[in-house]
């Protein structure tokens, strides 16, 4: 029987632990698959190791909002909005404020 994706993925990480994008996969698997609380769990493992993965911080947020965790998915998308400053992604930073105002009272 062939491995499910997120077996492959997690061997993925395990070949390449520095390298974000595998872990970054396996969170958005994690996510489409309705395993909220283990996409946060990758996705804060992530973002510890790699604060700079821009990606990283639209769907780690969203990931906090759909835990009821807004406080924390403010915080989120307020840090991913000044990296994208600092590194001029224009396109994230519009995303990152739009679900920002989404979730500001």
Known sequence: MPPNRVDMLKGFIAQKPNDPFPRYALAQELKNTGDLAGAWAEFSTLLS????????????????????????????????????????????????AGALAEITP
């Open 49 to 96: 190791h790699h604060k700079d993965y821009v990606p990283a911080y639209f769907h780690a947020g969203g990931v906090l909002v759909a835990l009821d965790r807004k406080e924390e998915a403010r915080g989120l998308f307020a840090a991913g909005i000044t990296l994208c400053d600092s590194v001029g992604d224009a396109k994230t930073r519009a995303e990152l």
